[in-house]
């Protein structure tokens, strides 16, 4: 989800606010957990992110040691006695 996608979306959750009938205490209660929904939602996101690219990594350094290896881990056709 884009930048612009999330405060979009949230503007029109907090502008439906508006049009409920509800107290003024409980606005600010749904206002305050819509803002901390976005602030949880953000902080996957980039943690998802960060996962991403750290398996990404260590994918990449697996790879690597494996290609520069001498020893072989199978052999296709290889029969053992």
């Known amino acids: 989800m884009k930048a612009y ?4 979306s949230s503007n ?12 003024p205490e409980a606005r600010r209660s749904a206002r305050a957990s819509i ?3 976005e602030l949880i939602a953000e902080m996957l996101m980039r ?7 750290t398996f990404g ?4 350094a697996i790879g690597a040691f494996g ?3 001498k020893a ?3 052999v296709p056709g290889l029969r053992l006695p």
């Open 12 to 23: 029109s959750l907090v502008e439906g606010l508006d049009q409920i009938r509800m107290s």
């Open 5 to 8: 996608e999330t405060a979009a």
């Open 57 to 60: 990594f260590v994918r990449r």
């Open 72 to 74: 072989t881990a199978a």
């Open 47 to 53: 943690a998802n992110e960060d996962l991403r690219q």
């Open 67 to 69: 290609h520069r290896s």
């Open 35 to 37: 803002q901390q929904g």
